[in-house]
């Protein structure tokens, strides 16, 4: 069986076409926060997108609003080290999470990051879902369930975005997701949802813009001139 786009859910056209027009909005690079004290203040609905080193948080950001310099890649892990806050057309925040896992850095920095995006997670009331990005070739590792736990306890929810879905053939990466839906199915606070998406092919990039414009503010009518 060929994996769609995402399991379990039919969008309508006005639901993609919504979700094209909010990306298609400005967006613009907004803060970047090392610790909880400099956080930008809550003015709108924020949505996250957490995941290990090197899974493609930062390209995922780029496909979604279209712009290839948005947020910065590297193809060095654990590059990103503070959270960055991006607003999307006055309607929605996008918060890039540093990196878990494997990282180029001394211990004590990925200490101090670690921490951070726990407490963040754990207590940013403007928080409305997390996306928690797995690489297709690795599959979930440890490091992603500690993340999963954390989420659980702390009654955030989340949904899991399969990344790089262009590197693995497709049979490999429908075992790949059916192992994975597996997983979520053992935690409370998940989207029951599987998303899979490329941010080389695009794959998947409308459907998932589709979903996050449900946590937008709605778009405000042109005032009369």
Request: charged fraction near 20%; charge should be positive.
């Amino acid at each position: 069986m060929v994996h769609n786009e995402a399991r379990g859910a039919e969008l309508t056209p006005e639901q993609i076409e919504a979700g094209r027009l909010l990306f298609a909005g400005q967006c613009d690079f907004i803060a970047a926060a090392n610790k909880m004290a400099v956080l930008p203040p809550i003015t709108l609905p924020e949505v996250c997108f957490a995941g290990r080193s090197n899974v493609g948080k930062s390209s995922l950001v780029n496909a979604l609003t279209g712009r290839r310099m948005l947020a910065r890649t590297s193809q060095t892990p654990g590059r990103t080290r503070q959270l960055i806050f991006f607003n999307l057309a006055d309607r929605l925040q996008l918060v890039d999470l540093p990196g878990y896992g494997y990282a180029s850095a001394p211990k004590t920095d990925i200490k101090d990051w670690t921490n951070l995006t726990r407490k963040f997670l754990a207590g940013r009331q403007s928080l409305q879902r997390v996306f928690l990005l797995i690489d297709c070739r690795r599959g979930v590792g440890k490091a992603d369930k500690e993340i999963m736990n954390l989420l659980d306890e702390t009654a955030v929810s989340w949904a899991a975005v399969m990344t790089k879905a262009d590197k693995i053939k497709p049979t490999a990466l429908e075992k790949i997701c059916t192992e994975t839906e597996a997983v979520l199915a053992n935690h409370v606070a998940a989207f029951p949802e599987l998303f899979v998406t490329s941010s080389e092919t695009g794959h998947g990039i409308a459907h998932l813009r589709a979903q996050l414009t449900m946590f937008a503010l709605e778009k405000q009518p042109a005032k009369n001139a």
